[in-house]
């Protein structure tokens, strides 16, 4: 940005690389990054803004020529970076409006699902699912369609009830599910290629407790022959495996206390057995970081992740990917996994199988096809897991798998495309509201256009 046009717009806006060199925060990722969280992308410019408003983001876009908004910069890829500008939203970070009549939360793009999820709790009130971790943010997190697990819960992006944006020609937008049915299913995912968003309004419910149990060892010819009934056996379920036995290293147990998709206890969950004490995915890391188990209640927003709101989620240094297949497929398509077991070992910290319902967001992982996500924790080995993944991806063609946007893959474009629908009429859509490219980056165009 030109120095003249910077002043002009005020001083809320500020530059991300004077901040970069801020050292007088603890924690090192909470201020404006050079890097993403994993740290093995660096981001292409220092350019940063920073907008508090919607007319901020309004002034930004009129003058930008390509830029890119960031959220939490959780991803492995680069879809969240750019050469010329960045858009920081970290600022717009707060409830705008509770509705309990509609039963909808309104929040600025930036907020943080960790951050939001008290708040609801305290006013008696849930959203119906969560990610792995709660540290993303929501606006981040529905561009790229993230979920948590549960046979019918759909993603993240699917309590959406309505988004505002401003797009390419510097105009404020509004669409939601009731009154824009088809614009809308195109705009929820959609990679910041339409607009920066400004405030998201979701869909809220009465809040619940859940009580989570692990369970060790679960026997691959038990899972594979009761994959449905394990999959579906509470309101969320994900094993974690790193492939190299006959059994899943844990299946993880999310059951609510209201009876919603209840679950009865058992000391022998086909075939597992229960944990003695709380769990890392990855057995041999503390649980320390991790969220409650052993069957203790709590509320959903202190369960449905698997990490806590004030730890490091996961490992820290990794690289992550995940493909989703039909549901119906899952079994098959870890058995096409578990043959790689002796390539993929070396390498994998830990893997992750969850379940997520259909939908009819257009460049959703989960559209029209309810789906098995088959998640990979790398080690930080990039150019190993580079040269593993087309490996990966080809022995999983049979199932057509969309990879998650977030996170890293080599699939080309074209059979991108082909395994969604509605691409083609997504990019009609990008180009309405983008005509001059501002918000397509290097990602995009490799990806996408
Ligand atoms: C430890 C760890 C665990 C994870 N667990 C899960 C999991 O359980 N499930 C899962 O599905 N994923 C998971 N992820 C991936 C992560 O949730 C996604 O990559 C998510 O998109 C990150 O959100 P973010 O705010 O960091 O987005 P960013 O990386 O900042 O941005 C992602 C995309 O959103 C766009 N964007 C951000 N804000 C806006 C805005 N206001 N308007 C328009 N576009 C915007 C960016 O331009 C970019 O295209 C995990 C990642 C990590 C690091």
């Not at 793009?109 to 951050?115: N, V």
């Not at 996994?337 to 959703?364: C, F, Q, T, V």
Request: aromatic share 10%; hydrophobic share 40%.
């Amino acid at each position: 940005m030109k120095r003249k046009e910077f002043l002009q717009l005020g001083s809320s806006l500020a530059v991300g690389s004077l901040l970069n060199s801020f050292s007088g925060c603890n924690d090192p990722k909470s201020f404006i990054p050079t890097t993403n969280w994993a740290g093995n992308i660096s981001f292409s410019t220092g350019d940063i803004v920073i907008p508090k408003t919607s007319d901020e983001v309004i002034n930004l876009i009129k003058v930008a020529h390509n830029i890119k908004a960031q959220g939490t910069t959780h991803c492995f890829n680069r879809i969240a970076d750019n050469k010329k500008q960045l858009m920081a939203m970290k600022s717009m970070n707060k409830v705008v409006e509770l509705n309990k009549e509609q039963m909808t939360v309104t929040v600025e793009a930036g907020m943080r699902y960790g951050d939001l999820a008290p708040y609801l709790h305290e006013n008696g009130l849930a959203l119906h699912n969560l990610a792995s971790l709660p540290h993303i943010s929501i606006a981040g997190s529905i561009a790229t369609a993230t979920h948590g697990s549960g046979v019918n819960n759909g993603n993240l992006a699917t309590a959406v009830r309505s988004i505002e944006m401003v797009d390419g020609t510097g105009k404020l937008i509004v669409l939601s599910r009731d009154k824009d049915e088809d614009a809308f299913n195109g705009a929820v995912v959609a990679l910041g290629a339409l607009g920066v968003v400004t405030k998201v309004t979701l869909d809220v419910q009465p809040a619940y407790d859940i009580k989570q149990f692990v369970y060790k060892a679960l026997p691959n010819e038990s899972l594979y022959s009761n994959f449905e009934s394990i999959m579906g056996a509470a309101y969320s379920v994900s094993l974690f495996t790193d492939w190299q036995t006959d059994s899943v290293n844990e299946v993880w147990v999310k059951t609510r206390t209201d009876g919603a998709n209840s679950f009865s206890t058992n000391d022998n969950f086909f075939g597992a057995r229960p944990a003695t004490r709380d769990m890392h995915p990855i057995a041999a890391n503390d649980a320390v970081h991790c969220t409650t188990q052993m069957g203790i209640a709590g509320p959903w927003f202190e369960r449905l992740p698997h990490f806590k709101m004030g730890f490091t989620p996961s490992s820290g240094v990794e690289l992550q990917a995940e493909y989703f297949v039909p549901f119906e497929q899952g079994a098959e398509a870890m058995k096409t996994i578990a043959a790689m077991k002796n390539e993929i070992g070396p390498h994998l910290y830990i893997s992750e199988i969850r379940a997520i319902a259909a939908d009819d967001l257009w460049l959703s992982t989960a559209y029209k096809r309810k789906s098995i996500a088959i998640h990979f924790t790398w080690k930080q080995e990039t150019e190993a897991v580079m040269a593993l993944l087309p490996k990966i991806e080809n022995a999983l063609a049979p199932f057509s798998p969309r990879p998650h946007w977030g996170k890293l893959f080599t699939i080309h474009k074209d059979i991108l495309a082909s395994r969604y629908e509605r691409m083609n009429d997504f990019k009609q859509l990008a180009l309405r509201h983008d005509p001059e490219e501002k918000f397509v980056n290097d990602f995009l165009t490799e990806t996408i256009f």
